[in-house]
């Protein structure tokens, strides 16, 4: 008897809704845990980290700490992935949670500059990097146990749900921030900005038990009693899968609207432009809930149309929108800078925001899936990450300063959307479709007995 005969005693059923679920509290959790570190980047790092630096020089330095979460993250997207193709979707999703609670709690514990020196940076950086290398693996690990749950042709919608997660997560990061934010200075750089991280404990719990309830997805229990899973699945993904993770590497250069919106923008708005803190706070919460609503229909679209009309329609139209924002940002208008900021970050980039989890992951076949879309989102987060950084180097004095920024982002996405035309549509096929389209593998996974 072959051992393919006993796959539909050993598969559990689809769980579309459970798995959404799951995936969008966990992701909503873990990011409120990484976007709270953005938020204390533009606002009190430099105060707090960097007070042996003059004022320019410490908001630099603490933006590129904010870039530094984004360069572990290809490096955990390897592991990550290899455990998810080797071991299962739900390993991942668990191990992921913890590992983003504790360096964002203790991040909150951390003795500031003017206690412990350059120690203080130093171990800011660290724990930057371990939020960074959690999150390599967040977003793949939801979306694959997701997609896999997923009807056939709702896919788009129900891996949404993982964005919609992680848009609520800064949501309730930017949320945090504000009576925080409202504090007078002292309070605010001597405990106030630590209350925020503090509370991941909860976030940790609350993840982890919602978490371990969930099964494992059926397309991976099929693939593991057909023997089909792979002791070293990145051995396949490089060997027969690179263009996939080119393109979709080349493709989340998209998030260059995200960082550059919620970090630089937020930066120069308080630092240059001399806005109310706590009123742009209001401008990101403002964005993230149209988008919540924004996200899922997108999805359902892309579902009925296609996946790459949706995309390009977000990724080239948030880069155009942001020459916009900025210039509406030093204007110092804020009614316009809600409408245009709803417009560009709410609406437009939840285009591709919301369908690129089902997009980049039906790149891959079940093999390689999660390791595929982990290794490739994250090389191109990881550039993304430093937008800021970047950005805030090359733009000009004062409040006049932005169009180098407006022109970076907008190459970034124009880049982005050239890898995305040259994808396959797949929102018509099948998982099983999926993976004949990109090919079996021919590497073996057992070597054979001799005699």
């Known amino acids: 008897m072959h051992i393919n005969e006993f796959v539909p005693e050993t598969t559990a059923p689809k769980t579309p809704v459970r798995a959404a679920f799951a995936s969008w509290i966990g992701s909503a959790l873990e990011y409120f845990d990484f976007f709270i570190y953005g938020t204390a980047a533009a606002l009190v790092f430099n105060k707090v980290f960097f007070t042996g630096s003059d004022p320019a020089t410490g908001t630099l330095l603490a933006l590129a700490t904010f870039g530094v979460g984004y360069v572990a993250r290809p490096l955990g997207a390897f592991i990550v992935g290899h455990i998810g193709d080797r071991y299962g979707r739900k390993k991942v999703l668990i191990g992921t949670l913890l590992l983003m609670g504790v360096s964002t709690f203790l991040v909150g514990c951390l003795p500031t500059y003017n206690q412990i020196g350059v120690w203080a940076p130093i171990l800011l950086v660290v724990l930057r990097l371990l939020q960074g290398f959690s999150a390599s693996g967040e977003q793949s690990g939801a979306t694959s146990m997701s997609l896999e749950h997923a009807p056939e042709r709702r896919r788009a919608f129900f891996t949404s749900f993982t964005l919609s997660g992680t848009q609520f997560g800064s949501v309730l990061a930017t949320a945090a921030f504000i009576p925080v934010a409202a504090l007078p200075e002292d309070q605010l750089l001597s405990w106030g900005w630590r209350l925020p991280f503090w509370s991941s404990v909860a976030v940790v719990v609350a993840g982890v038990i919602i978490r371990r309830k969930l099964q494992e997805t059926p397309a991976f229990q099929e693939e593991a009693a057909a023997s089909s899973t792979h002791k070293l699945p990145l051995v396949v993904l490089f060997r027969n899968h690179k263009a996939g993770v080119i393109r979709v590497a080349l493709a989340a250069l998209v998030s260059t609207v995200s960082t550059v919106f919620g970090v630089y923008a937020l930066s120069f708005a308080v630092n240059s432009v001399h806005l109310e803190r706590n009123i742009m706070l209001w401008v990101g919460v ?24 949706v995309y390009l ?27 245009v900021a709803i417009l560009m970050s709410g609406i437009v980039y939840s285009a591709q925001n919301g369908i690129f989890p089902a997009f ?6 079940t093999q390689v899936r999660l390791s595929g879309m982990a290794i490739g989102t994250q ?18 004095p004062g409040k006049d300063g932005w169009p180098p920024v407006a022109i970076y982002t907008l190459v970034s996405c124009l880049i982005a959307a050239g890898a995305a035309l040259t994808a396959r549509e797949t929102y018509d096929k ?10 079996s593998d021919d590497v073996p996974r057992t070597v054979p007995s001799r005699g």
């Open 286 to 309: 403002a964005t993230n809930l149209t988008a919540l609503v924004a996200i899922p229909l997108f999805a359902t679209l892309a579902d009925r149309i296609g996946r790459k009309r």
């Open 313 to 339: 329609f977000g990724t080239i139209g948030s880069g155009l929108l942001m020459f916009l924002y900025l210039s509406v940002v030093s204007g110092g208008n804020y009614l316009l800078i809600f409408t």
């Open 360 to 365: 980049y992951s039906e790149m891959f076949p």
């Open 379 to 396: 090389i191109g987060f990881a550039v993304a990450g430093f937008a800021p950084t970047i950005t805030a180097a090359i733009a000009g």
């Open 430 to 439: 099948s998982l099983k479709q999926i993976d004949e389209l990109h090919g």
